[in-house]
């Protein structure tokens, strides 16, 4: 009798396995936003040098009050772009009187000496009301730091995943799923607090590093009690959450546009998610290969009776110590050649890295669309559910490997053809971005569980964790690629659609595992078939 056969046994797809799927869900969809939150909470609002008491200046030099509005005089303290909005950076050394009545998007304003803002920065907030942007001028000499504390948060998934990976397998996935939900829900909420933008830093730091545990763990935990044939149901569902969460976020970013409130809006929930996951029981194939058979049987029984197959959770106690017995013999045996898992550790985590590198690349400036950010943030994550359907129904017929080949090489072409798209082309290149995204929001779902399904149980949050540290490695990377668009601007389109293409070359070395179990030891592994 295999695991999955015992899984059967006790109910298959029974009330466990719904109640079970439903709670990670539910934390999935709070933990989720956390990955995108800075598109608002770090937004940008429109914004110029600031000029104290421009109406008593004027007053000075006219004699009289003005009766202009602030707009109108800003001219004279302000250059103004061709679309006649006042820049960003500058302003002039002196006030330029009569560029007041002119029209300044059509007169020449060269040679007129400028200086950087003297005073700070005036910000419109009709769309942001405060983010960390405003709040800690962090535009012009100081707008790369916006793009940092996001790589810092990358950072802290990327040490999260070769931390908690490693971790997992040694201690468990449910004790490092119960403590990553409350450091994040204590990171989360304690960031909107932050006195500082270093402080800031840190916090997101910690809140990238429990993401990882939350999601490393989740994962495991739901695919190592699903039997074969409802895993990709199953793990399409479990992956549908981040979906919701960017919509759940773009209608509570549009409500709470105070970057503070909205980070205590998305945190303090996920204390919720603490205090349930304590009901999850330990992954039973993980204590069998830890050798806590008792352990196993008695979580094993507890699902039998939840799926009202009480009965049979008794009758098969025999059996499970004879599979535990022969399980924990395939884990010492002798085969060293280790090819296949050689393979897989080599192949598999550059497609990880690819499909993180160039999600967050597309998703992470959403200002740069001329639509309000909110709705591109909707249409983004709408953009996901006709996607991953159908990569699901792919994944389910076809295969994951050619899933995730097209999903992969797909989308990166089409960033390619977007990056050579002239500027003026607007409604095409935003379409063609939001299938591209789309597109690599599948890839991640079709990823996360071709990674479990690779990776044998004795080192399953191991592997996934060194997938999960590459991925963050892309993920890290992609804000910083971004800034590169001031030296050339087709350099970060380039990367972002390169990358893939080649990563998905390298999954045509990887094995097939529709309808195969999920494997529990290396030999497992070395058993699969690469055709």
Same mark, same amino acid.
């Given at each position: 009798?295999?695991?999955?056969?015992?899984? @059967?046994?006790?109910?298959?797809?029974?009330?466990?396995?719904?109640?079970?799927?439903?709670?990670?869900?539910?934390? #999935?969809?709070?933990?989720?936003?956390?990955?995108?939150?800075?598109?608002?909470?770090?937004?940008?609002? =429109?914004?110029?040098?600031?000029?104290?008491?421009?109406?008593?200046?004027?007053? /000075?030099?006219?004699?009289?009050?003005?009766?202009?509005?602030?707009?109108?005089?800003?001219? *004279?303290?302000?250059?103004?772009?061709?679309?006649?909005?006042?820049?960003?950076?500058?302003?002039?050394?002196?006030?330029?009187?009569?560029?007041?009545?002119?029209?300044?998007?059509?007169?020449?304003?060269?040679?007129?000496? !400028?200086?950087?803002?003297?005073?700070?920065?005036?910000?419109?907030?009709?769309?942001?009301? =405060? !983010?960390?942007?405003?709040?800690?001028?962090?535009?012009?000499?100081?707008?790369?730091?916006?793009?940092?504390?996001?790589? &810092?948060?990358?950072? #802290?998934?990327?040490?999260?995943? &070769?931390?908690?990976?490693?971790?997992? @397998?040694?201690?468990?996935?449910?004790?490092?799923?119960?403590?990553?939900?409350?450091?994040?829900?204590?990171?989360?909420?304690?960031?909107?607090?932050?006195?500082?933008?270093?402080?800031?830093?840190?916090?997101?730091?910690? *809140?990238?590093?429990?993401?990882?545990?939350?999601?490393?763990?989740?994962?495991?935990?739901?695919?190592?009690?699903?039997?074969?044939?409802?895993?990709?149901?199953?793990?399409?569902?479990?992956?549908?959450?981040?979906?919701?969460?960017?919509?759940?976020?773009?209608?509570?970013? +549009?409500?709470?546009?105070?970057?503070?409130?909205?980070?205590?809006?998305?945190?303090?929930?996920?204390?919720?998610?603490?205090?349930?996951?304590?009901?999850?029981?330990?992954? *039973?194939?993980?204590?069998?290969?830890?050798?806590?058979? @008792?352990?196993?049987?008695?979580?094993?029984?507890?699902?039998?009776?939840?799926?009202?197959?009480?009965? =049979?959770?008794?009758?098969?106690?025999?059996?499970?110590?004879?599979?535990?017995?022969?399980?924990?013999?395939?884990?010492?045996?002798?085969?060293?050649?280790?090819?296949?898992?050689?393979?897989?550790?080599?192949?598999?985590?550059?497609?990880?890295?690819?499909?993180?590198?160039?999600?967050?690349?597309?998703?992470? @400036?959403?200002?740069?669309?001329?639509?309000?950010?909110?709705?591109?943030?909707?249409?983004?994550?709408?953009?996901?559910?006709?996607?991953?359907?159908?990569?699901?129904?792919?994944?389910?017929?076809?295969?994951?490997? +050619?899933?995730?080949?097209?999903?992969?090489?797909?989308?990166?072409?089409?960033?390619?053809?977007?990056?050579?798209?002239?500027?003026?082309?607007?409604?095409? /290149?935003? !379409?063609?971005?939001?299938?591209?995204?789309?597109?690599?929001?599948?890839?991640?779902?079709?990823?996360?569980?071709?990674?479990? =399904?690779?990776?044998?149980?004795?080192?399953?949050?191991?592997?996934?964790?060194?997938?999960? !540290?590459?991925?963050?490695? #892309?993920?890290?990377?992609?804000?910083?690629?971004?800034?590169?668009?001031?030296?050339?601007?087709?350099?970060?389109?380039?990367?972002?659609?390169?990358?893939?293409?080649?990563?998905?070359?390298?999954?045509?070395?990887?094995?097939?595992?529709?309808?195969?179990?999920?494997?529990?030891?290396?030999?497992?592994?070395?058993?699969?078939?690469?055709?």
């Amino acid at each position: 009798m295999g695991f999955s056969d015992l899984l @059967d046994s006790i109910g298959g797809l029974g009330r466990f396995q719904f109640i079970n799927i439903t709670l990670l869900f539910f934390a #999935g969809v709070l933990v989720g936003s956390h990955q995108v939150l800075q598109n608002f909470t770090a937004a940008v609002p =429109e914004h110029h040098c600031k000029i104290p008491n421009m109406t008593i200046v004027y007053r /000075r030099w006219n004699g009289a009050w003005s009766n202009l509005d602030n707009q109108t005089l800003l001219k *004279a303290f302000i250059p103004h772009d061709q679309n006649n909005k006042p820049v960003s950076c500058l302003q002039f050394k002196e006030p330029q009187w009569h560029l007041i009545f002119s029209n300044s998007s059509l007169t020449n304003t060269t040679g007129l000496e !400028t200086e950087t803002c003297r005073h700070g920065w005036t910000y419109k907030r009709q769309e942001f009301t =405060e !983010t960390i942007v405003s709040e800690w001028d962090l535009v012009c000499d100081m707008k790369h730091l916006r793009h940092t504390s996001q790589t &810092i948060y990358m950072i #802290g998934v990327l040490v999260g995943a &070769i931390i908690l990976g490693s971790l997992s @397998d040694k201690f468990g996935r449910r004790t490092l799923l119960i403590w990553s939900y409350l450091q994040l829900a204590v990171a989360g909420t304690s960031t909107a607090f932050s006195p500082s933008y270093s402080v800031y830093c840190f916090l997101r730091f910690l *809140a990238g590093f429990a993401v990882s545990g939350v999601l490393l763990n989740s994962l495991s935990l739901n695919l190592e009690w699903i039997p074969i044939r409802s895993r990709t149901i199953f793990g399409a569902v479990f992956t549908a959450c981040f979906t919701l969460s960017q919509i759940v976020l773009a209608g509570t970013a +549009f409500a709470i546009q105070d970057w503070r409130k909205l980070q205590i809006a998305q945190s303090v929930p996920i204390f919720v998610a603490f205090i349930y996951s304590w009901w999850f029981p330990e992954s *039973a194939r993980w204590l069998a290969l830890n050798k806590k058979p @008792d352990q196993a049987i008695q979580i094993i029984k507890k699902v039998s009776r939840i799926n009202g197959r009480a009965k =049979e959770g008794e009758a098969i106690t025999a059996e499970v110590n004879i599979l535990l017995d022969f399980t924990m013999k395939q884990y010492m045996c002798t085969n060293t050649s280790y090819s296949n898992k050689k393979r897989i550790f080599v192949c598999h985590p550059l497609p990880r890295c690819a499909t993180s590198f160039s999600y967050f690349g597309l998703i992470m @400036d959403l200002q740069k669309f001329t639509l309000s950010v909110y709705l591109v943030q909707l249409i983004f994550a709408l953009i996901e559910i006709p996607c991953k359907t159908v990569s699901s129904l792919m994944m389910m017929f076809l295969g994951r490997r +050619f899933t995730q080949k097209s999903v992969l090489m797909v989308p990166g072409c089409l960033v390619l053809v977007n990056t050579f798209l002239p500027n003026e082309l607007q409604t095409v /290149r935003t !379409t063609l971005a939001v299938i591209a995204k789309g597109l690599f929001a599948s890839c991640f779902k079709c990823v996360y569980m071709y990674t479990s =399904e690779l990776y044998p149980t004795i080192i399953r949050q191991t592997g996934i964790g060194f997938a999960s !540290t590459l991925a963050s490695v #892309g993920s890290m990377t992609a804000p910083l690629v971004m800034m590169l668009e001031d030296y050339f601007s087709s350099l970060p389109g380039l990367t972002y659609g390169l990358f893939p293409i080649i990563a998905g070359c390298f999954v045509f070395f990887l094995p097939e595992t529709l309808n195969v179990p999920l494997p529990d030891t290396i030999d497992d592994v070395e058993a699969q078939q690469y055709v």
